[in-house]
């Protein structure tokens, strides 16, 4: 197939992780006998320092021609300032809203590799796969009215966390279908004994589990699963939680696998509607489903331009690329395959590495992957 792809590199550790992937990318095209083309485009600090916007107008158009687009890592301490009139930050939530990808996924797999990454006792986690489903585009990040005011000549602010209920349907759907190719469980994340919001969420999830009597749902309180995720993480299959709780849900559970450097992301929208005239309007370029793809950690500034960095979370992230907008699943798994395998070998970069366990560069990771996916 031919399909062009976004690079986002962006700031930090991003643009060395990126590389590796497009490199590993451009392995699967060649070994599989796809086109792909790779665009580039700016975005956060990187973006504010050329262009002085966080998504300059030229790479938002870029990412919405594209069949996908891959992201490194955005910010950094000089671009931190909370009085700033632009933040890099700005930038990754205008995209995720303009392209319309309300679903974050964020599988979280304890590879047995690296069972002793993991800060909790290895029986605890061994076979931990949860594959989180974060609510992307709603909720307490883009509810208004939100910002600063004064109330009786005090500083004040406000942030409001509001859903409609077709945005909370179509999210809740995609863990559902999720479940089912999984393990057919759903844990339905709320602070329904506080929040409206979260009151309509749990009413709106019941109906949605009607359709799906295959599938166990459970609701548990955000409070209770941040103590459940350390305790019993082996329990969960799909989480499904709106979009603050994921944010934070999310980070909490890669710590399970004590590894950041390997876990992906994917954050989806609808796949086009054909209407007969052409396809619908807001779609991508072709039938591909919206896509935008970036591992999970961030830019890590103390690191950057070293080298060293892990570039796993960011194939990774390619893997499902090619699984969930280009429909290349049997590649995916290659990919897949192949970062298990270079694992399996040993090769560790300093971030997995045990004590006095040697480590590989970010490059040599990223050529290793390429390599065995060439081979196979
Ligand atoms: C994430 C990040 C972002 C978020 C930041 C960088 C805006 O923490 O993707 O989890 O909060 O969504
Ligand atoms: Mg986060």
């Known amino acids: 197939m031919d399909a062009i792809i976004m690079l986002l590199p962006g700031d930090g550790i991003g643009p060395e992780v990126v590389a590796e992937a497009r490199k590993v990318l451009a392995a699967v095209a060649e070994r599989y006998g796809h086109t792909f083309a790779f665009h580039e485009g700016l975005m956060g600090g990187c973006a504010i320092d050329a262009a002085g916007a966080a998504l300059p107008e030229e790479t938002l158009a870029g990412c919405l021609a594209a069949d996908a687009v891959l992201l490194g890592a955005v910010g950094g301490p000089q671009w931190s300032d909370p009085k700033a009139p632009v933040r890099p930050e700005q930038g990754l939530l205008q995209l995720r809203a303009a392209m319309g990808v309300y679903a974050n996924l964020r599988p979280v797999r304890v590879l047995d590799a690296l069972v002793d990454a993991s800060p909790l006792r290895p029986e605890r986690v061994r076979g931990v796969d949860v594959m989180i489903v974060r609510e992307l585009t709603g909720g307490l990040y883009f509810g208004r009215p939100q910002g600063r005011e004064t109330v009786n000549g005090e500083r004040a602010a406000v942030d409001t966390l509001r859903y409609r209920e ?4 179509r999210v809740v759907r995609v863990g559902f279908e999720l479940a089912r190719g999984r393990r057919g469980k759903v844990t339905s994340v709320d602070k329904a004994n506080v929040l409206a919001s979260s009151r309509l969420w749990r009413e709106v999830t019941h109906e949605v ?8 749902c459970e609701d548990v309180l955000v409070d209770a699963c941040a103590m459940y995720l350390i305790n019993r993480p082996a ?3 799909v989480i499904v939680t709106e979009n603050m709780f994921g944010d934070i ?3 909490e559970a890669s710590m399970i696998t004590g590894s ?6 994917a954050s989806l929208g609808d796949a086009p509607v054909d209407n007969g005239q052409g396809l619908a309007v807001g779609s991508q370029r072709s039938k591909t489903r919206p896509g935008l793809y970036e591992p999970i950690h961030g830019s890590a500034p103390d690191i950057a331009g070293r080298g060293i960095a892990n570039p796993l979370a ?5 893997a499902m690329l090619l699984r969930s907008s280009l429909g290349l699943a049997e590649e995916a798994a290659a990919v897949e395959a192949a970062v298990e395998r ?3 070998d040993g090769c560790r ?3 997995i590495a045990r004590p006095g366990e040697g480590a590989i560069g970010t490059v040599e990771m990223g050529e290793r992957v390429a390599e065995v996916v060439s081979k196979q």
Do not use: Q
């Open 342 to 344: 270079v694992l399996a």
């Open 314 to 318: 960011t194939i990774l992230s390619a």
């Open 249 to 251: 849900l999310s980070d």
């Open 235 to 237: 329990d969960f299959d």
């Open 260 to 265: 950041l450097g390997m876990l992906p992301s």
């Open 166 to 169: 077709s945005e909370i349907r």
């Open 349 to 351: 970069t300093a971030d």
């Open 209 to 216: 589990a009607a359709d799906y009597p295959d599938v166990v």
